[in-house]
């Protein structure tokens, strides 16, 4: 099977798709696959650490406000469309599948007047601009929340999750902890705002440290790069000084961290959903106010009816209810316990195999 995945800009958008290549290629060991981004994108950085050939696309997204830019935006999506067909024309595929981001949306377009079969995969409770305009075009719309089937048509549309819950739901609990100076066989809060941080996050987390010290139980706080050093700063101290808390500019190996906490500290984006979803994780979610539509808490409020996470609005928190949040979910086992089955019937753990089924259906 020839399979090209398009998608960019956003981890969100990216690990979805690398989740279900290496799906593919347990799944059939002689598929070929190509990548195709774009050229300012996080994919630059993410696909040359893999073995997945990798083209990019000169692209970018429309501005809200009146611009001339939106004039090259659209001279550089119609010059992608024609560069695509040529991509496709020489990789051959069989199946074309976008995951968002403008890339995909010249890229699957393409596809679809090429007459090759297409699918797109939203991650989202709410979908982004580029997959409601393809969903007229494509065969096939892949979910991973029920919600946002509402914005798609009936007759294309199937629950599949997203491929990165399954991809995480085989961890198992190891010793990682020590390596962050905290002990393994204790329970442990993980805090975490994005590659980049959150900046309200971390001020309520740091606000907090003084009273998260006391605890009977641990934090791992990761506070973004950009953060660190401030932080470092404002506790006023090493950050060894308390021997239940570590903090750290970023986690390397964060699901595998993930599978050794007990709740889970931070926004509501699609990648960390299918992660703590598909682990079992119960989390207490901060949805970021600054992304289209508002799809973080939309998303968090899908996890909310569900019983697996609590949600705290980003106006909202204060270092006050950010530990009574934590300490009432932290103490009582019987509600963790409860909110772990929740999140873990929210992660569909096979989700990169029911869009395989999907891309079976079509080629």
Not at 17 to 27: D, G, I, Q, S, T
Not at 128 to 157: C, H, M, Q, S, W
């Amino acid at each position: 099977m020839k399979v090209l995945v398009t998608g960019g800009g956003t981890g969100g958008h990216i690990y979805p798709a690398l989740a279900f290549v290496n799906y593919v290629k347990e799944k059939e060991p002689n598929s070929s696959f190509l990548y195709v981004g774009a050229t300012r994108g996080l994919e630059n950085k993410i696909l040359p650490k893999t073995d997945i050939p990798f083209k990019t696309l000169e692209i970018q997204g429309f501005k809200r406000s009146l611009s001339l830019d939106n004039f090259k935006t659209i001279q550089l999506f119609l010059k992608s469309i024609r560069e695509a067909k040529k991509i496709l024309a020489e990789f051959q595929p069989d199946i074309v599948i976008g995951t968002g981001g403008y890339v995909s949306g010249a890229v699957v377009y393409a596809a679809a007047k090429m007459k090759i079969p297409t699918i797109v995969h939203e991650q989202n409770s709410v979908p982004g601009v580029t997959n409601k305009f393809l969903a007229r075009y494509v065969d096939k719309v892949g979910i991973a929340f029920e919600d946002a089937r509402k914005y798609f048509p009936k007759n294309k549309t199937a629950l599949v999750g997203n491929p990165r819950a399954q991809e995480v739901g085989e961890l198992t609990k190891s010793e990682i902890l020590k390596e962050y100076n905290l002990d393994p066989n204790k329970k442990t809060v993980l805090v975490f705002g994005g590659s980049q941080g959150a900046m309200k996050i971390n001020q309520a987390v740091v606000a907090a440290i003084p009273k998260f010290a006391e605890k009977n139980y641990q934090l791992l706080y990761a506070s973004g790069e950009r953060y660190y050093q401030e932080i470092e700063e404002s506790i006023g101290m090493s950050k060894d000084a308390f021997s239940n808390i570590s903090i750290h500019p970023y986690i390397d190996r964060m699901t595998e961290v993930m599978a050794n906490c007990e709740l889970l500290i931070g926004r509501a984006g699609a990648t960390s959903i299918a992660e703590f979803t598909g682990l079992g994780l119960p989390a207490i979610l901060i949805p970021s106010p600054y992304v289209t539509n508002d799809h973080q808490t939309k998303n968090a409020m899908s996890l909310v009816h569900a019983g697996a996470v609590k949600m705290i609005a980003d106006s909202d928190l204060t270092e006050e209810n950010l530990v009574v949040a934590v300490d009432t979910i932290m103490n009582d086992e019987v509600l963790r316990n409860q909110m772990a089955e929740a999140s873990k019937s929210q992660g569909i753990t096979d989700a990169s195999e029911r869009l395989y089924q999907l891309v079976k259906t079509l080629i």
